[in-house]
């Protein structure tokens, strides 16, 4: 479980963080009027970066996070008076294993996750989904145990059973990603989308505009777009991009990105 004060950067918001920004200022304002913890959907990195930011205006509240293992990438968040210690059950998560017939079927993430939400659950309902190669497992609001154990019967074309397990069966998860860093002359969305997977900006241009890129899983059509620290772009066909850091210019004034890569 990660405990953390305001921790600074992405204080860059779009427009379109505003419903998210507003959700948790009604949360933050609960807390502390109430004085009681509030427990918050799963999170991705950017809205945790988010939640970080905004809660530097409060002196008194602590926001804890917990996604069901220590690296969790999507997490849920409490955000509590001081005197609070959250434990693992405060935050309403159950962890799944999906049993299928591995000689027949080869199930993958955007399978997985097309089930899910396929089967009427919304995506901030959910954290993480995780293999090791071979086995896979996902994290669910806890409260949803029984309405996803009846509606998720199938993945893809295969019979599938979710059996519920504790915490201390996770997976070790496979890790395909590379930490890479790159130079850029700019942070727009094509620019950064284009030095990752070698492409020409017009070639990560058209990308964009057909609707195959996404920030934060939401699809962008703007290639002008400008992309900010904990910013996780998905490019269909191409794999996952995270920007875990802009560590500033290089001496040819380009921006000098820290970022995770997955290639498909």
Do not use: C
Not at 204 to 222: C, E, F, P, R
């Amino acid at each position: 479980m990660e405990d953390k004060k305001g921790v600074m950067g992405g204080g860059y918001f779009r427009p379109e963080e505003k419903p998210f920004i507003d959700k948790m200022s009604d949360i933050l304002l609960k807390a502390q009027t109430m004085y009681t913890p509030q427990l918050t959907d799963f999170l991705n990195l950017r809205e945790q970066t988010i939640l970080n930011n905004l809660i530097n205006k409060y002196d008194d509240l602590f926001v804890h996070y917990f996604g069901g293992y220590d690296s969790a990438e999507r997490v849920r968040g409490i955000i509590a008076p001081d005197y609070f210690v959250p434990q693992e059950s405060d935050y309403d998560i159950s962890m799944y294993e999906i049993r299928y017939p591995e000689k027949f079927a080869n199930l993958h993430h955007g399978q997985i996750l097309g089930s899910l939400t396929g089967s009427g659950i919304d995506r901030d309902r959910f954290g993480d989904i995780i293999t090791d190669g071979e086995n896979w497992q996902f994290f669910v609001f806890k409260s949803m145990s029984d309405y996803i154990e009846e509606q998720v019967k199938k993945i893809g074309p295969f019979k599938v059973h979710l059996m519920e397990k504790d915490f201390q069966d996770l997976l070790l998860p496979k890790d395909d990603s590379t930490d890479e860093t790159i130079n850029v002359q700019s942070l727009r969305l094509d620019t950064i989308v284009a030095t990752v997977y070698d492409l020409s900006r017009q070639n990560a241009k058209v990308l964009v505009d057909h609707g195959k890129v996404q920030i934060n899983w939401a699809v962008n059509k703007n290639a002008s777009s400008f992309i900010t620290i904990t910013d996780t772009l998905s490019v269909r066909g191409f794999g996952r991009i995270r920007i875990n850091d802009i560590m500033g210019r290089s001496k040819n004034n380009k921006y000098i990105l820290f970022v995770n890569v997955i290639k498909k």
